[in-house]
T-cell receptor
Framework: GNSVTQMEGPVTLSEEAFLTINCTYT??????LFWYVQYPGEGLQLLLK?????DKGSNKGFEATYRKETTSFHLEKGSVQVSDSAVYFC??????????FGAGTTVTVRA | DADVTQTPRNRITKTGKRIMLECSQT?????MYWYRQDPGLGLRLIYY???????NKGEISDGYSVSRQAQAKFSLSLESAIPNQTALYFC????????????FGSGTRLTVV
Protein backbone atom coordinates (compact mmCIF):
# COMPACT_ATOMS: atom_id res chain seq x y z
CA GLY A 1 0.00 0.00 0.00
CA ASN A 2 0.87 3.67 -0.06
CA SER A 3 2.86 5.21 2.75
CA VAL A 4 4.67 8.42 3.58
CA THR A 5 7.62 8.77 5.93
CA GLN A 6 8.77 12.19 7.07
CA MET A 7 11.46 13.25 9.46
CA GLU A 8 10.49 13.32 13.09
CA GLY A 9 10.35 16.54 14.96
CA PRO A 10 10.15 18.72 16.72
CA VAL A 11 12.43 21.05 14.83
CA THR A 12 13.48 24.32 16.46
CA LEU A 13 15.21 27.01 14.43
CA SER A 14 16.21 30.62 14.70
CA GLU A 15 14.77 33.21 12.35
CA GLU A 16 16.50 33.34 8.96
CA ALA A 17 17.80 29.79 9.32
CA PHE A 18 17.51 27.22 6.54
CA LEU A 19 14.76 24.62 6.94
CA THR A 20 14.65 21.14 5.43
CA ILE A 21 12.03 18.53 6.21
CA ASN A 22 12.67 15.17 4.61
CA CYS A 23 9.85 13.15 3.08
CA THR A 24 10.00 9.80 1.31
CA TYR A 25 7.16 7.74 -0.03
CA THR A 26 6.10 4.30 -1.16
CA UNK A 27 3.36 4.09 -3.75
CA UNK A 28 2.16 2.17 -6.74
CA UNK A 29 1.86 4.00 -10.00
CA UNK A 30 2.53 7.71 -10.26
CA UNK A 31 1.21 9.56 -7.22
CA UNK A 32 0.81 13.29 -6.78
CA LEU A 33 2.72 14.71 -3.84
CA PHE A 34 1.74 17.48 -1.45
CA TRP A 35 2.91 19.48 1.51
CA TYR A 36 0.23 20.72 3.88
CA VAL A 37 0.72 23.14 6.75
CA GLN A 38 -1.29 23.36 9.96
CA TYR A 39 -0.97 26.56 11.96
CA PRO A 40 -1.88 26.45 15.66
CA GLY A 41 -5.60 25.93 16.18
CA GLU A 42 -6.36 25.68 12.48
CA GLY A 43 -7.07 23.06 9.85
CA LEU A 44 -4.71 21.94 7.12
CA GLN A 45 -3.87 24.24 4.24
CA LEU A 46 -2.21 23.22 1.03
CA LEU A 47 1.31 24.65 0.90
CA LEU A 48 2.52 23.25 -2.41
CA LYS A 49 2.17 20.27 -4.70
CA UNK A 50 3.80 18.40 -7.58
CA UNK A 51 2.01 16.03 -9.89
CA UNK A 52 4.81 14.36 -11.84
CA UNK A 53 8.47 13.50 -11.61
CA UNK A 54 10.91 16.44 -11.58
CA ASP A 55 8.11 18.95 -10.95
CA LYS A 56 8.98 21.60 -8.39
CA GLY A 57 6.24 22.99 -6.21
CA SER A 58 6.75 26.36 -4.57
CA ASN A 59 4.82 28.78 -2.40
CA LYS A 60 5.59 31.37 0.29
CA GLY A 61 9.33 30.77 -0.12
CA PHE A 62 8.98 27.01 0.35
CA GLU A 63 10.04 24.56 -2.36
CA ALA A 64 9.92 20.81 -2.92
CA THR A 65 10.96 18.74 -5.93
CA TYR A 66 9.34 15.44 -6.88
CA ARG A 67 12.24 12.98 -7.16
CA LYS A 68 11.02 9.68 -8.52
CA GLU A 69 14.47 8.06 -8.49
CA THR A 70 14.78 8.57 -4.73
CA THR A 71 11.02 8.55 -4.03
CA SER A 72 11.40 11.79 -2.15
CA PHE A 73 9.71 15.18 -1.84
CA HIS A 74 11.79 17.15 0.65
CA LEU A 75 10.53 20.55 1.79
CA GLU A 76 12.97 23.47 1.96
CA LYS A 77 12.93 27.13 2.84
CA GLY A 78 15.98 29.31 2.74
CA SER A 79 15.12 31.79 5.48
CA VAL A 80 12.38 30.99 7.95
CA GLN A 81 10.30 33.47 9.94
CA VAL A 82 8.51 33.16 13.25
CA SER A 83 5.26 33.00 11.29
CA ASP A 84 6.42 29.71 9.73
CA SER A 85 5.98 27.95 13.06
CA ALA A 86 3.48 25.19 12.33
CA VAL A 87 3.07 21.47 11.76
CA TYR A 88 4.02 20.33 8.26
CA PHE A 89 2.57 17.22 6.63
CA CYS A 90 3.83 15.44 3.57
CA UNK A 91 1.10 13.58 1.68
CA UNK A 92 0.53 11.60 -1.48
CA UNK A 93 -2.54 10.98 -3.54
CA UNK A 94 -2.89 7.73 -5.37
CA UNK A 95 -5.02 7.05 -8.41
CA UNK A 96 -8.17 6.62 -6.34
CA UNK A 97 -7.84 10.16 -5.00
CA UNK A 98 -7.36 9.29 -1.36
CA UNK A 99 -4.67 11.18 0.52
CA UNK A 100 -2.11 9.36 2.64
CA PHE A 101 -0.25 11.49 5.19
CA GLY A 102 3.04 11.38 6.97
CA ALA A 103 3.17 11.76 10.74
CA GLY A 104 3.77 15.50 10.62
CA THR A 105 6.76 17.58 11.68
CA THR A 106 6.39 20.35 14.22
CA VAL A 107 8.53 23.37 13.41
CA THR A 108 9.16 26.17 15.88
CA VAL A 109 11.00 29.29 14.76
CA ARG A 110 12.42 31.51 17.48
CA ALA A 111 13.02 35.23 17.07
CA ASP B 1 -18.10 31.80 5.74
CA ALA B 2 -15.70 28.87 5.62
CA ASP B 3 -15.84 26.57 2.60
CA VAL B 4 -15.88 23.50 4.85
CA THR B 5 -17.60 23.90 8.21
CA GLN B 6 -17.34 21.43 11.05
CA THR B 7 -19.51 21.41 14.14
CA PRO B 8 -18.91 21.33 17.01
CA ARG B 9 -15.39 22.79 17.28
CA ASN B 10 -14.84 21.17 20.64
CA ARG B 11 -16.69 18.45 22.49
CA ILE B 12 -16.21 16.53 25.68
CA THR B 13 -18.29 13.39 26.05
CA LYS B 14 -18.47 10.42 28.35
CA THR B 15 -17.52 6.85 27.57
CA GLY B 16 -20.41 4.94 26.03
CA LYS B 17 -22.24 7.98 24.71
CA ARG B 18 -23.24 8.37 21.09
CA ILE B 19 -21.91 11.46 19.41
CA MET B 20 -22.22 12.93 15.94
CA LEU B 21 -19.77 15.26 14.25
CA GLU B 22 -21.11 17.23 11.35
CA CYS B 23 -19.53 18.61 8.21
CA SER B 24 -21.01 20.84 5.55
CA GLN B 25 -19.39 22.37 2.49
CA THR B 26 -20.07 25.14 0.01
CA UNK B 27 -17.34 24.11 -2.44
CA UNK B 28 -19.69 22.06 -4.61
CA UNK B 29 -17.26 19.15 -4.36
CA UNK B 30 -18.60 15.64 -4.84
CA UNK B 31 -16.10 13.85 -2.61
CA MET B 32 -15.93 14.08 1.17
CA TYR B 33 -13.67 12.50 3.75
CA TRP B 34 -13.28 12.10 7.49
CA TYR B 35 -9.81 11.90 9.02
CA ARG B 36 -8.57 11.75 12.58
CA GLN B 37 -5.32 13.29 13.73
CA ASP B 38 -3.28 11.88 16.57
CA PRO B 39 0.12 13.18 17.67
CA GLY B 40 2.93 11.35 15.89
CA LEU B 41 0.53 9.49 13.61
CA GLY B 42 -0.48 12.17 11.17
CA LEU B 43 -3.94 11.98 9.66
CA ARG B 44 -5.64 8.65 9.13
CA LEU B 45 -8.66 8.11 6.93
CA ILE B 46 -11.82 6.92 8.67
CA TYR B 47 -14.43 7.00 5.89
CA TYR B 48 -14.79 8.57 2.49
CA UNK B 49 -17.64 9.20 0.10
CA UNK B 50 -17.30 9.76 -3.64
CA UNK B 51 -20.94 10.75 -3.98
CA UNK B 52 -24.16 10.53 -2.00
CA UNK B 53 -24.64 6.83 -2.72
CA UNK B 54 -21.00 5.79 -2.52
CA UNK B 55 -19.54 5.42 0.97
CA ASN B 56 -16.36 3.53 1.72
CA LYS B 57 -14.39 2.50 4.77
CA GLY B 58 -10.97 3.94 5.30
CA GLU B 59 -8.08 2.47 7.22
CA ILE B 60 -9.55 2.93 10.71
CA SER B 61 -13.34 2.67 10.39
CA ASP B 62 -14.02 0.40 13.38
CA GLY B 63 -16.17 2.15 15.98
CA TYR B 64 -17.35 4.80 13.51
CA SER B 65 -20.20 5.21 11.07
CA VAL B 66 -21.05 7.92 8.56
CA SER B 67 -24.00 9.37 6.72
CA ARG B 68 -23.94 11.38 3.51
CA GLN B 69 -27.23 13.22 3.84
CA ALA B 70 -26.67 15.37 0.77
CA GLN B 71 -23.79 16.24 -1.51
CA ALA B 72 -22.89 19.05 0.85
CA LYS B 73 -23.24 17.18 4.16
CA PHE B 74 -21.25 14.32 5.61
CA SER B 75 -21.59 13.36 9.27
CA LEU B 76 -19.46 11.07 11.39
CA SER B 77 -20.93 9.14 14.33
CA LEU B 78 -19.32 7.39 17.23
CA GLU B 79 -21.95 4.88 18.33
CA SER B 80 -20.41 4.25 21.73
CA ALA B 81 -17.49 6.55 22.40
CA ILE B 82 -14.35 5.22 24.07
CA PRO B 83 -11.34 7.15 25.41
CA ASN B 84 -8.99 6.10 22.61
CA GLN B 85 -11.25 7.95 20.20
CA THR B 86 -10.04 11.17 21.77
CA ALA B 87 -8.50 13.00 18.83
CA LEU B 88 -8.77 15.89 16.43
CA TYR B 89 -11.18 15.09 13.60
CA PHE B 90 -11.05 16.70 10.18
CA CYS B 91 -13.52 16.73 7.35
CA UNK B 92 -12.18 17.32 3.84
CA UNK B 93 -13.60 17.67 0.34
CA UNK B 94 -12.27 17.25 -3.18
CA UNK B 95 -13.57 17.57 -6.72
CA UNK B 96 -13.37 14.46 -8.88
CA UNK B 97 -13.36 16.59 -12.03
CA UNK B 98 -10.22 18.43 -11.00
CA UNK B 99 -6.97 16.74 -10.03
CA UNK B 100 -6.40 19.35 -7.40
CA UNK B 101 -6.02 19.51 -3.71
CA UNK B 102 -8.33 18.88 -0.85
CA UNK B 103 -10.07 21.53 1.25
CA PHE B 104 -10.07 20.88 4.98
CA GLY B 105 -12.35 22.07 7.73
CA SER B 106 -10.96 23.61 10.89
CA GLY B 107 -11.38 20.41 12.86
CA THR B 108 -13.36 19.10 15.81
CA ARG B 109 -11.46 18.38 18.99
CA LEU B 110 -13.18 15.45 20.70
CA THR B 111 -12.36 14.30 24.20
CA VAL B 112 -13.88 11.10 25.56
CA VAL B 113 -13.66 10.81 29.35
Amino acid sequence: GNSVTQMEGPVTLSEEAFLTINCTYTATGYPSLFWYVQYPGEGLQLLLKATKADDKGSNKGFEATYRKETTSFHLEKGSVQVSDSAVYFCALRSGDYKLSFGAGTTVTVRA
Amino acid sequence: DADVTQTPRNRITKTGKRIMLECSQTKGHDRMYWYRQDPGLGLRLIYYSFDVKDINKGEISDGYSVSRQAQAKFSLSLESAIPNQTALYFCATSDSAVRGSYTFGSGTRLTVV
